[in-house]
């Protein structure tokens, strides 16, 4: 079991915005690093720290936090971001590392 | 530009030990960040196996921790995974990564990653 916990799925419609959201008592003091993994792919990082993105990600990807749970906001969903998408982070100790069970994002 | 490749033998046979390399470009290891290991069962979640420090200093996840070992190879500008008394259940794709912390550790990301290696385990 996942000391983070996410849905399995979720859908979207074409350009319109989708959330993900990941819990865990651990994020109440960390933040959540958002990865995006498609088939056959090694995971990339979407969001890091509060609210970061990589060189190159686009704009409509944003990451939030409240109590604990952190969010993944896509705004203006596209074909290709059809992905599962993991969040991470330290567990509750705050000694391990963490990946939640992953959420497998459908654009329709 | 810094890049990860994994290499070792894609079978393993039960009981044995299941040993890889990641190999590393861009950056010389010895020089900070840590360095971590990742596996994706087939059709399943990613698992994060356990980081060494650029000073050597090791964590791993609880569950696997009797069964790994993570060493650095500066010479060859490498980290190496052991992990010993393998089962079917430790087939995977086996991911390498950089590992870097803000401030306090608050945040904490893996990036890049090597492209993984599918190791299986079966006699």
């Known amino acids: 079991s996942s000391e983070l916990t996410q849905d399995p799925a979720v859908s979207v419609a074409l350009g319109q915005t989708v959330r993900i959201t990941c819990q865990g008592d651990?994020?109440?003091?960390?933040?959540a690093t958002w990865y995006r993994q498609k088939p056959g792919q090694a995971p990339g990082v979407v969001i890091y720290?509060?609210?970061n993105r990589p060189s190159g990600m686009p704009d409509r990807f944003s990451g939030s936090s409240s109590g604990n749970t952190a969010s993944l906001a896509i705004i203006g969903a596209q074909a290709e971001d059809e992905a599962v998408y993991y969040c991470?982070?330290?567990?509750?100790?705050?000694?391990?590392?963490?990946f939640g069970g992953g959420t497998k994002l459908t654009v329709l | 530009q810094v890049q990860l490749q994994e290499s070792g033998p894609g079978l393993v046979k039960p009981s044995e030990t299941l040993s890889l390399n990641c190999a590393v470009s861009?950056?010389?290891?010895?020089?900070?960040?840590?360095w971590g290991w990742i596996r994706q069962p087939p059709g399943k979640g990613l698992e994060w196996i356990g980081n060494?420090?650029?000073?050597?200093?090791?964590f791993y996840r609880p569950s696997l921790k009797s069964r790994i070992t993570i060493s650095l190879d500066t010479s060859k500008n490498q980290f190496s995974l052991s992990l010993t008394s393998v089962t079917a259940a430790d087939t995977a794709v086996y991911y390498c990564?950089?590992?870097?912390?803000?401030?306090?550790?608050?945040?904490?990301?893996?990036?890049?990653w090597g492209q993984g290696t599918l190791v299986i385990v079966s006699s």
């Open positions: 990564a950089r590992h870097s912390q803000g401030v306090r550790g608050v945040s904490n990301w893996f990036d890049p």
């Open positions: 861009g950056y010389s290891i010895s020089r900070g960040y840590s």
């Open positions: 991470y982070s330290r567990d509750s100790s705050g000694n391990h590392l963490v």
């Open positions: 060494i420090f650029h000073n050597g200093g090791t």
């Open positions: 720290g509060k609210n």
């Open positions: 651990s994020l109440r003091n960390y933040y």
